[in-house]
T-cell receptor, first 113, second 111 residues
Framework: SAVISQKPSRDICQRGTSLTIQCQVD?????MFWYRQQPGQSLTLIAT?????????ESGFVIDKFPISRPNLTFSTLTVSNMSPEDSSIYLC??????????FGSGTRLTVV | GNSVTQMEGPVTLSEEAFLTINCTYT??????LFWYVQYPGEGLQLLLK?????DKGSNKGFEATYRKETTSFHLEKGSVQVSDSAVYFC??????????FGTGTRLQVFP
């Protein structure tokens, strides 16, 4: 199964600033998914990122707040823009599923102060 | 739409007790079903999966059987250990599309 390197692993950011999270996959994948896990909650899908096209956002998430890049088949970034304390969460990326399931990055624990 | 429902936690057990965490799903069609585990301070790990009806997924002493008749995928373990304390997520997907997660169930095992 794939290995996904995600960074940063954690960060503490000032409100109003932006943070870009990176995910690097060790193999080519068509789709990547970005999730948010708010404290004590389950995982909510933010968007699906396909290489060569705009990301598809779930209800409640917009491109201006969470811009995503997918420049090639092994890399994607998620930016959390104009942050507020409500954005404090764990952000995770994952690849498209295979017969071995889905591989997750280790997550980015974001605290906005 | 497609969704996953899990029993609410926390589930509190003594070591060596029998564990069941209930999971049911609503889906149009026949999804693949998964259990993921999140240990304290860590990311998500795939625990087990099943891709078709009557399949049984198993790993580390945990088992779950894909029951189409009852649209369920309950997680079981015969004898839990303190090290099994974690949050367990049931999830479904179609083909290689996005995962849809349940709310998660926290398991606490005491010696």
């Amino acid at each position: 199964s794939a290995v996904i390197s995600q960074k940063p692993s954690r960060d503490i950011c000032q409100r109003g600033t932006s943070l870009t999270i990176q995910c690097q996959v060790d193999s080519q994948v068509t789709m990547m998914f970005w999730y948010r896990q708010q404290p004590g909650q389950s995982l909510t899908l933010i968007a699906t990122a396909n290489q060569g096209s705009e990301a598809t956002y779930e209800s409640g998430f917009v491109i201006d707040k969470f811009p995503i890049s997918r420049p090639n088949l092994t890399f994607s970034t998620l930016t959390v823009s104009n942050m507020s304390p409500e954005d404090s969460s764990i952000y995770l990326c994952t690849d498209e599923g295979t017969s071995n399931g889905y591989t997750f990055g280790s997550g980015t624990r974001l605290t906005v102060v | 739409g497609n969704s996953v429902t899990q029993m609410e936690g926390p589930v509190t057990l003594s070591e060596e007790a029998f564990l069941t965490i209930n999971c049911t799903y609503t889906a149009t069609g026949y999804p693949s079903l998964f259990w993921y585990v999140q240990y304290p301070g860590e990311g998500l790990q795939l625990l087990l999966k099943a891709t078709k009806a009557d399949d049984k997924g198993s790993n580390k002493g945990f088992e779950a059987t894909y029951r189409k008749e009852t649209t369920s995928f309950h997680l079981e373990k015969g004898s839990v250990q303190v090290s099994d304390s974690a949050v367990y997520f049931c999830a479904l997907s179609f083909n290689t599309d996005k995962l849809i997660f349940g709310t998660g169930t926290r398991l606490q095992v005491f010696p």
